[in-house]
């Protein structure tokens, strides 16, 4: 019911940044919460950072002081700044969205970010 499309991934060096987006459409709730998963090579998906409607925060201890997650409401898009990058960043992203009462779930396909010099 709703789609996710993330965008922004890409190539960057260790210490550098990107910003990640997340659009989301469909039958969007008041009360929800959008957030950020990751993925590596031979690992389990992890968390990254979520935040709510209403602008409360959670970050994994892993990106705490380095990325910054923010959201648009009017545009229904979540973001990730990701800054001091490190090459154990690298992953897919995927961007999540679920609701706080019906408890739907939606993921998007993913983008890629790659840490190297």
């Known amino acids: 019911q709703v789609q996710l499309v993330e965008s922004g991934g890409g190539l960057v060096q260790p210490g550098g940044s990107l910003r990640l987006s997340c659009a989301a459409s469909?039958?969007?709730?008041?009360?929800?919460?959008m957030g950020w998963y990751r993925q590596a090579p031979g690992k389990e998906r992890e968390f990254v950072a979520r935040?709510?409607?209403?602008?409360?925060?959670t970050y994994a201890d892993s990106v705490k002081g380095r990325f910054i997650i923010s959201r648009d409401n009017g545009k229904n898009t979540v973001y990730l700044q990701m800054n001091s990058l490190k090459p154990e960043d690298t992953a897919v992203y995927y961007c999540?969205?679920?609701?706080?009462?019906?408890?739907?779930?939606?993921w998007g396909r993913g983008t890629q970010v790659t840490v190297s010099s």
């Open positions: 999540n969205f679920r609701t706080v009462v019906a408890g739907m779930e939606s």
């Open positions: 935040i709510t409607s209403g602008g409360s925060i």
């Open positions: 469909g039958r969007i709730t008041s009360f929800n919460v």
